[in-house]
């Protein structure tokens, strides 16, 4: 088992933004979905935006047209570029690969947005 590790958390004021990214090695293999989740304080942990192997995209309504999931095939990394950033948005973001035997989680990132 391995640790996907995650970058790129930070604090910003409300408007601001931040590119969240999320790197594993290749050892993991048929990875068929990743997935950003985002859990607010006090709150349970939802998914907020998916990529699935072939590239296709969905996103959560509350983050739809201000967040861009992609990835990047030969740095083995996700990442979720997050404009426009609104304190709701606070919470430690998790990446997660769905490999079809298991799911593989980031140790989480920590989101402040303040305004």
């Known amino acids: 088992q391995v640790q996907l590790v995650e970058s790129g958390g930070g604090s910003v004021q409300a408007g601001g933004s931040l590119r969240l990214s999320c790197t594993t090695d290749?050892?993991?293999?048929?990875?068929?979905?990743m997935r950003w989740y985002r859990q607010a304080p006090g709150k349970r942990r939802d998914m907020i935006a998916t990529?699935?192997?072939?590239?296709?995209?969905n996103y959560e309504d509350s983050v739809k047209g201000r967040f861009t999931i992609s990835r990047d095939t030969d740095k083995n990394t996700v990442y979720l570029q997050m404009n426009s950033l609104k304190p709701e948005d606070t919470g430690v973001y998790y990446c997660?690969?769905?490999?079809?035997?298991?799911?593989?989680w980031g140790q989480g990132s920590q989101v402040t947005v303040s305004s």
């Open positions: 990529i699935t192997s072939s590239g296709l995209t």
């Open positions: 997660c690969a769905g490999t079809g035997w298991g799911d593989v």
């Open positions: 290749r050892s993991i293999f048929s990875i068929n979905v």
